[in-house]
């Protein structure tokens, strides 16, 4: 009789751009992949998957993938594509650039990626250390926490803050400007079961969000008005006499600076700027000096206006005036990855910038497409979109897809469907997804690094976005060792494994 094989179930993880990154478990047969269910045994995502990705293989499966290497045949814009061979989408891509540094430089290619991918190798600098090398101009990605984690690094340094799984312990949970239930899920999990062991949940929101209904108070200042609300509670701290001075003393600087500038940031002064009364400020800023221990989760609203880094600068500094952070549960956090050990320079080689090269801010991708506001260098002639759909997600549309219409605009796009963006391509790259690459996925919300073990075979000819750029490398004559490692040598440098434990924790699982 023969013996019929079983599908077997390898470890993997969400990419996506979300703060969870969940723990998977791929069920394969045959380098199919059957189905995708969360990893029960994972700490922190505990076997539960959002609805983005309950039927993960379906999407690995659309009929609209893209699966072949694909030329414009139309106009730009108008979806019309004709397949081609790796061998002319590689040759065309190289004769263009090549073409292009010849009469402009090299840094009239830009590169475009974001967190369309979460994985040290395939995702948001995945290409880095090839553009860099090209010469290309520098994209800065200012988009979504730079303001943040700048504003974080200024008043708290590189520290990871207050560990998410640690809010079981605390007494007092402040969610400010994040709808957890919906966009943080496994973290609420946690806030849901410290509420239940008697944590009050408060919940700063210019709205009554599904995460705000379920808090003990929900607190509602007019939108983008969280700065002024931060202050007055660093004012009421101190009139009150609730600051820690032992803890200011010895653990913290600049707290004579800060409370004249909070001189003035009365209750009253910011019941007048966010609508919410003195008396709830007051209360606020009382329980959380007093209720130990009191967290404080900052969501990436906070910073979403104008003022926002300075905002999260303010509610940066509470936790230090009232001691919070002497306690198992106390503190705040933001995005806890700064004590993750990743070797950025390994993987994005800046050290290749040449001297010089001009920085482009992503958000201004649409003006910079048109010319607008590129203070030196030549203008843009082409553009590589990859883990990244700016048509839809960078401001200005209007001018993004102006600028993506210039005729003499050459672009190519690695993709898993034809985006928004990627409708403009001259040249389209199927990229590979999910179950189809090894990778270590990097989370924003908590403090595992989640392996992905490539236990699926890729559809058509997609290929992984790191074997785009090496082969790109290769074409060029690359001869930088970065360009030559597979992905599993890719992990083993990319990480700095001498981290000890209790720095940042790893899980394969
Ligand atoms: S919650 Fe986030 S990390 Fe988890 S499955 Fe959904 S998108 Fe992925």
Known sequence: MNEIAKPETFFGACPHDCPDTCSMLFEVDDGKLLSVRGNPDHPMTRGGLCVKVKNYEERHY???????????????????FERISWDEALGTIVERWTDII????????APYSYLGHQGL??????????????????????FCGEGSCTAWLLTLGPTAGLDPESYIHSKYIVIWACNSVSTNLHHWAIVRDAQKKGAKVVVIDAYAS?????????????????????????????????VDQDYVDNYTVGFEELKERAATRTPEWAEEITGVPAADIRKLAYELATEQPAAIRMGVALERHYGGGQTIRAV????????????????????????????????????????????????????????????????????????SNPVTQAPETDKIVEGLMREDLFMVSAEHFISDTASYADILLPASMGAEMEDMILSW?????????KCADSPGEAIPNNEIFRRLAARFGFEEENFKWSDTECLERYVD??????????STT
């Open 62 to 80: 659309h009929p609209d993938r893209l699966l072949y290497p694909m030329k414009r045949v139309g106009p730009k814009g108008s979806k019309q």
């Open 102 to 109: 010849e009469k402009h430089g090299p840094q009239a290619i």
């Open 121 to 142: 190798v395939h995702g948001l600098n995945g290409g880095d250390a090839f553009f860099n090398r090209l010469g290309a101009s520098v994209m800065e990605r200012t």
């Open 210 to 242: 599904r995460t705000a209904k379920s808090a003990d108070w929900h607190i509602c200042p007019k939108p983008g008005t969280d700065g002024a609300l931060a202050m007055a509670i660093i004012n009421s701290i101190i009139e009150q006499g609730l």
């Open 316 to 387: 940066s500094c509470i936790p230090g005036l009232t001691g919070a952070w002497r306690h198992v549960g106390g503190g705040v956090t933001q995005f806890p990855v700064w004590e993750h050990p990743y070797k950025f320079d390994v993987i994005c080689r800046p050290d290749l910038i040449p001297e010089g090269t001009r920085v482009i801010s992503n958000l201004q991708i649409g003006r910079a497409l048109l010319g607008e506001g590129l203070s030196d260098g030549p203008p843009i002639m082409s553009l590589m979109c990859w883990n």
């Open 445 to 453: 919300g908590h403090l595992y690094l989640t392996y992905n073990t």
């Open 497 to 506: 494994w001498s981290s000890p434990p209790a720095r940042a924790r790893t």
